[in-house]
Protein backbone atom coordinates (compact mmCIF):
# COMPACT_ATOMS: atom_id res chain seq x y z
CA UNK A 1 0.00 0.00 0.00
CA UNK A 2 0.79 3.29 -0.57
CA UNK A 3 0.78 5.37 3.05
CA UNK A 4 1.97 9.06 4.51
CA UNK A 5 3.18 8.51 8.04
CA UNK A 6 2.60 11.93 10.22
CA UNK A 7 4.28 12.05 13.58
CA UNK A 8 6.06 14.92 15.39
CA UNK A 9 7.74 13.02 18.45
CA UNK A 10 10.43 9.98 19.02
CA UNK A 11 7.86 8.16 20.03
CA UNK A 12 7.37 8.06 16.12
CA UNK A 13 9.88 6.86 15.11
CA UNK A 14 10.18 2.99 15.35
CA UNK A 15 6.74 3.01 13.57
CA UNK A 16 7.85 4.83 11.15
CA UNK A 17 10.95 2.51 10.64
CA UNK A 18 8.59 -0.40 11.06
CA UNK A 19 6.87 0.35 7.81
CA UNK A 20 9.86 1.23 5.92
CA UNK A 21 11.56 -2.33 6.39
CA UNK A 22 7.71 -3.92 5.62
CA UNK A 23 6.55 -4.11 1.66
CA UNK A 24 5.00 -1.01 2.13
CA UNK A 25 5.47 2.23 0.18
CA UNK A 26 5.86 5.62 2.36
CA UNK A 27 4.95 8.38 -0.09
CA UNK A 28 5.40 11.12 2.02
CA UNK A 29 5.92 12.21 5.91
CA UNK A 30 3.81 15.08 8.18
CA UNK A 31 5.02 17.17 11.01
CA UNK A 32 4.67 19.39 12.50
CA UNK A 33 6.59 23.01 11.75
CA UNK A 34 9.78 23.50 12.14
CA UNK A 35 10.85 26.10 15.47
CA UNK A 36 13.40 28.37 16.41
CA UNK A 37 15.53 27.89 19.35
CA UNK A 38 18.31 29.66 21.58
CA UNK A 39 19.77 33.17 21.13
CA UNK A 40 20.95 32.35 18.27
CA UNK A 41 17.32 31.30 16.50
CA UNK A 42 18.39 28.34 14.96
CA UNK A 43 16.16 26.26 13.21
CA UNK A 44 15.08 22.55 14.69
CA UNK A 45 13.04 20.11 13.32
CA UNK A 46 10.83 17.58 15.03
CA UNK A 47 12.67 13.96 15.48
CA UNK A 48 10.00 12.58 12.92
CA UNK A 49 11.06 15.20 10.26
CA UNK A 50 14.97 14.36 10.99
CA UNK A 51 14.34 10.63 10.50
CA UNK A 52 12.26 11.38 7.57
CA UNK A 53 15.02 13.91 5.96
CA UNK A 54 17.48 11.17 7.06
CA UNK A 55 16.46 8.57 4.86
CA UNK A 56 15.26 10.56 2.22
CA UNK A 57 11.53 10.55 2.87
CA UNK A 58 9.01 13.32 0.95
CA UNK A 59 8.37 15.60 3.98
CA UNK A 60 5.68 18.16 4.61
CA UNK A 61 5.25 20.24 7.74
CA UNK A 62 1.96 22.78 7.26
CA UNK A 63 1.05 25.41 9.77
CA UNK A 64 -2.21 24.58 9.18
CA UNK A 65 -3.52 21.10 8.50
CA UNK A 66 -6.70 23.11 6.72
CA UNK A 67 -4.52 24.70 4.03
CA UNK A 68 -6.29 23.85 0.90
CA UNK A 69 -3.11 23.40 -1.02
CA UNK A 70 -1.57 21.19 1.19
CA UNK A 71 -4.65 19.26 1.40
CA UNK A 72 -4.42 19.42 -2.74
CA UNK A 73 -1.30 17.80 -2.23
CA UNK A 74 -2.28 15.19 0.05
CA UNK A 75 -5.19 14.35 -2.50
CA UNK A 76 -2.49 14.12 -5.88
CA UNK A 77 -0.15 11.86 -3.89
CA UNK A 78 -3.28 9.25 -3.89
CA UNK A 79 -2.76 7.37 -0.82
CA UNK A 80 -4.73 4.17 0.46
CA UNK A 81 -3.97 5.06 3.87
CA UNK A 82 -2.92 7.63 6.67
CA UNK A 83 -0.89 5.83 9.49
CA UNK A 84 -1.14 8.75 12.70
CA UNK A 85 1.43 8.11 15.47
CA UNK A 86 1.77 11.24 18.49
CA UNK A 87 0.70 13.91 16.07
CA UNK A 88 -1.88 16.62 15.66
CA UNK A 89 -6.15 16.21 15.68
CA UNK A 90 -6.74 15.91 12.08
CA UNK A 91 -9.34 17.83 10.41
CA UNK A 92 -12.08 15.37 8.86
CA UNK A 93 -11.43 17.37 4.94
CA UNK A 94 -7.55 15.66 5.31
CA UNK A 95 -8.48 11.65 7.38
CA UNK A 96 -11.02 10.93 5.08
CA UNK A 97 -8.56 10.76 1.81
CA UNK A 98 -7.17 7.83 2.14
CA UNK A 99 -9.28 5.49 0.22
CA UNK A 100 -8.48 2.85 3.12
CA UNK A 101 -8.58 5.56 5.58
CA UNK A 102 -6.47 7.17 8.36
CA UNK A 103 -5.98 5.28 11.75
CA UNK A 104 -4.19 6.84 15.03
CA UNK A 105 -2.06 4.94 17.34
CA UNK A 106 -2.87 6.11 20.71
CA UNK A 107 -1.06 5.20 24.28
CA UNK A 108 -3.71 3.29 26.37
CA UNK A 109 -6.45 0.72 26.07
CA UNK A 110 -9.10 2.89 24.66
CA UNK A 111 -11.33 3.85 25.66
CA UNK A 112 -9.62 4.65 29.09
CA UNK A 113 -7.58 7.60 29.10
CA UNK A 114 -8.56 9.32 25.87
CA UNK A 115 -6.57 12.76 25.48
CA UNK A 116 -2.99 13.93 25.38
CA UNK A 117 -1.13 12.45 28.01
CA UNK A 118 -2.03 8.93 28.37
CA UNK A 119 1.11 7.20 29.93
CA UNK A 120 1.45 10.02 32.47
CA UNK A 121 -2.00 9.47 33.92
CA UNK A 122 -1.43 6.04 33.94
CA UNK A 123 1.18 5.61 36.57
CA UNK A 124 0.05 9.05 38.11
CA UNK A 125 -3.33 6.67 38.80
CA UNK A 126 -1.38 3.80 39.79
CA UNK A 127 -2.66 1.34 37.30
CA UNK A 128 -1.15 -1.79 36.90
CA UNK A 129 -1.58 -2.52 33.31
CA UNK A 130 -1.73 -0.55 30.15
CA UNK A 131 -1.42 -0.82 26.64
CA UNK A 132 -1.65 0.44 23.00
CA UNK A 133 -4.97 0.99 20.86
CA UNK A 134 -4.83 1.48 16.82
CA UNK A 135 -8.52 2.98 15.69
CA UNK A 136 -9.66 4.56 12.79
CA UNK A 137 -10.07 8.35 12.99
CA UNK A 138 -13.53 10.00 13.18
CA UNK A 139 -14.31 13.88 14.25
CA UNK A 140 -14.18 13.18 18.11
CA UNK A 141 -11.01 12.82 18.90
CA UNK A 142 -9.40 9.58 20.26
CA UNK A 143 -13.48 8.22 19.83
CA UNK A 144 -13.15 5.50 16.74
CA UNK A 145 -13.61 2.18 16.46
CA UNK A 146 -11.18 -0.18 17.70
CA UNK A 147 -8.68 -2.02 15.45
CA UNK A 148 -6.07 -3.72 17.63
CA UNK A 149 -5.67 -3.40 21.01
CA UNK A 150 -2.37 -4.85 22.55
CA UNK A 151 -2.34 -5.22 26.83
CA UNK A 152 1.01 -4.34 28.39
CA UNK A 153 1.74 -4.94 32.29
CA UNK A 154 3.35 -1.56 34.79
CA UNK A 155 6.34 -2.33 36.52
CA UNK A 156 6.33 -1.06 40.06
CA UNK A 157 9.51 0.30 39.50
CA UNK A 158 8.22 1.76 36.03
CA UNK A 159 8.23 5.72 35.33
CA UNK A 160 7.26 8.02 32.66
CA UNK A 161 10.39 7.33 30.88
CA UNK A 162 10.53 3.42 31.21
CA UNK A 163 6.97 3.22 30.06
CA UNK A 164 7.13 5.09 26.89
CA UNK A 165 10.16 3.16 25.55
CA UNK A 166 8.19 -0.12 25.76
CA UNK A 167 4.86 1.28 24.49
CA UNK A 168 6.99 3.01 21.61
CA UNK A 169 8.28 -0.64 20.53
CA UNK A 170 5.06 -2.31 21.17
CA UNK A 171 3.05 0.18 19.41
CA UNK A 172 5.61 -0.38 16.62
CA UNK A 173 4.64 -3.69 16.65
CA UNK A 174 0.92 -2.79 16.70
CA UNK A 175 0.98 -0.09 13.85
CA UNK A 176 2.67 -2.90 11.42
CA UNK A 177 0.06 -5.74 12.40
CA UNK A 178 -2.64 -3.23 11.69
CA UNK A 179 -1.87 -2.22 8.27
CA UNK A 180 -0.96 -5.91 7.39
CA UNK A 181 -5.02 -6.36 8.69
CA UNK A 182 -6.27 -3.46 6.62
CA UNK A 183 -4.33 -4.41 3.44
CA UNK A 184 -5.60 -7.89 3.66
CA UNK A 185 -9.10 -6.87 4.77
CA UNK A 186 -9.43 -9.21 7.54
CA UNK A 187 -10.53 -7.60 10.57
CA UNK A 188 -13.21 -6.51 12.43
CA UNK A 189 -13.87 -3.24 14.36
CA UNK A 190 -14.51 -2.76 18.10
CA UNK A 191 -17.05 0.19 18.68
CA UNK A 192 -15.60 1.81 22.01
CA UNK A 193 -17.98 1.68 24.83
CA UNK A 194 -18.03 5.65 25.94
CA UNK A 195 -19.42 4.62 29.33
CA UNK A 196 -15.93 3.49 30.37
CA UNK A 197 -14.20 6.09 28.93
CA UNK A 198 -11.96 8.09 31.27
CA UNK A 199 -9.96 11.39 30.16
CA UNK A 200 -5.82 11.93 29.87
CA UNK A 201 -5.86 16.18 30.09
CA UNK A 202 -2.85 17.66 28.83
CA UNK A 203 0.22 17.80 31.99
CA UNK A 204 0.24 21.36 33.11
CA UNK A 205 2.59 22.83 35.82
CA UNK A 206 -0.08 22.82 38.45
CA UNK A 207 -0.68 19.23 37.95
CA UNK A 208 2.96 18.48 38.90
CA UNK A 209 3.26 20.24 42.26
CA UNK A 210 3.52 17.97 45.03
CA UNK A 211 1.13 18.27 47.80
CA UNK A 212 2.38 16.94 50.60
CA UNK A 213 -1.18 17.05 52.14
CA UNK A 214 -1.67 13.77 49.57
CA UNK A 215 -1.22 9.99 50.39
CA UNK A 216 2.16 8.92 50.14
CA UNK A 217 1.17 6.61 47.28
CA UNK A 218 -0.42 9.59 45.37
CA UNK A 219 3.04 11.42 45.71
CA UNK A 220 5.15 8.48 44.96
CA UNK A 221 3.06 7.86 41.39
CA UNK A 222 2.97 11.30 40.82
CA UNK A 223 6.69 11.64 40.65
CA UNK A 224 6.40 8.01 38.67
CA UNK A 225 4.15 9.24 36.26
CA UNK A 226 6.23 12.61 35.56
CA UNK A 227 9.69 11.10 35.35
CA UNK A 228 12.04 12.13 34.07
CA UNK A 229 10.04 14.78 32.11
CA UNK A 230 8.38 17.33 33.12
CA UNK A 231 9.09 16.46 36.38
CA UNK A 232 7.04 16.74 39.45
CA UNK A 233 7.86 19.23 42.41
CA UNK A 234 7.91 20.87 45.77
CA UNK A 235 8.52 24.64 46.60
CA UNK A 236 10.34 25.32 50.00
CA UNK A 237 12.03 27.72 51.56
CA UNK A 238 11.73 29.84 48.22
CA UNK A 239 13.29 27.64 46.15
CA UNK A 240 11.54 25.05 43.80
CA UNK A 241 12.98 21.20 43.81
CA UNK A 242 12.06 18.66 40.90
CA UNK A 243 11.70 15.26 42.13
CA UNK A 244 12.27 12.23 40.51
CA UNK A 245 12.43 9.00 42.38
CA UNK A 246 11.42 8.21 45.28
CA UNK A 247 10.58 5.48 47.62
CA UNK A 248 7.86 4.24 49.92
CA UNK A 249 8.63 4.08 53.67
CA UNK A 250 7.11 1.59 56.04
CA UNK A 251 6.00 2.10 59.86
CA UNK A 252 9.37 0.40 61.04
CA UNK A 253 12.08 1.37 58.59
CA UNK A 254 10.69 5.05 59.57
CA UNK A 255 10.82 4.62 63.65
CA UNK A 256 14.93 3.17 62.69
CA UNK A 257 15.56 6.37 60.56
CA UNK A 258 13.28 9.02 62.85
CA UNK A 259 15.49 7.64 65.85
CA UNK A 260 18.96 8.07 64.67
CA UNK A 261 20.84 11.61 66.61
CA UNK A 262 21.34 12.92 63.30
CA UNK A 263 17.81 13.26 61.87
CA UNK A 264 16.85 17.20 61.78
CA UNK A 265 13.28 18.19 60.71
CA UNK A 266 11.47 21.39 59.06
CA UNK A 267 7.83 21.80 57.32
CA UNK A 268 7.91 17.82 56.99
CA UNK A 269 10.79 17.15 55.80
CA UNK A 270 13.32 14.90 57.31
CA UNK A 271 16.85 14.97 56.92
CA UNK A 272 20.10 13.12 57.87
CA UNK A 273 23.12 12.65 56.38
CA UNK A 274 22.54 9.93 53.61
CA UNK A 275 18.42 10.25 53.84
CA UNK A 276 15.95 12.80 52.70
CA UNK A 277 12.50 11.79 54.02
CA UNK A 278 8.82 13.91 53.88
CA UNK A 279 6.08 13.51 55.76
CA UNK A 280 2.73 13.32 53.48
CA UNK A 281 -1.05 12.80 54.64
CA UNK A 282 -0.44 8.89 55.80
CA UNK A 283 2.92 7.91 55.67
CA UNK A 284 6.88 9.04 55.03
CA UNK A 285 7.95 8.66 52.06
CA UNK A 286 12.26 8.65 50.63
CA UNK A 287 13.68 10.79 48.23
CA UNK A 288 15.87 9.40 45.82
CA UNK A 289 16.59 11.96 43.32
CA UNK A 290 15.74 15.40 42.73
CA UNK A 291 17.18 18.97 41.15
CA UNK A 292 17.60 21.89 42.83
CA UNK A 293 16.67 24.87 41.03
CA UNK A 294 19.20 25.92 38.44
CA UNK A 295 21.38 22.82 39.00
CA UNK A 296 21.66 19.26 37.52
CA UNK A 297 19.69 16.11 38.18
CA UNK A 298 21.53 14.31 41.61
CA UNK A 299 20.85 11.67 44.05
CA UNK A 300 19.44 12.31 47.72
CA UNK A 301 22.98 11.04 48.16
CA UNK A 302 25.02 13.68 46.67
CA UNK A 303 22.66 16.87 47.32
CA UNK A 304 23.51 16.48 50.87
CA UNK A 305 27.33 16.56 50.50
CA UNK A 306 26.44 20.44 49.28
CA UNK A 307 23.06 21.33 49.93
CA UNK A 308 20.65 21.32 53.12
CA UNK A 309 16.87 21.38 52.48
CA UNK A 310 17.48 22.08 56.61
CA UNK A 311 18.34 25.88 56.84
Not at 2 to 20: D, Y
Not at 87 to 101: D, N
Not at 159 to 164: C, M, V
Request: aromatic share 8%.
Amino acid sequence: MKIIFMGTPEFAIPSLQKILQSKHEVIAVVSTPDKERGRGRHITYSPVKDFALKNKLEIYNPVSLKDPEFISTLKELKPDLFVVVAFRILPKEVYSIPAKGSFNLHGSLLPQYRGAAPIQWALINGDKQTGVTTFFLEDKVDTGNIIVQEKLPINDEDDFGSLHDKMMMLGADVVLRTIHFIDSGSYSLTKQNDSLASPAPKITKEICEINLNQSALGIHNLVRGLSPYPGAYFNHNGKSYKVFKTKMVDGGQWSVVNSQSNIESKDKIYQSRKGIFVQTKNGVLQILELQPEDRKRMTAEEFLRGYSLIN
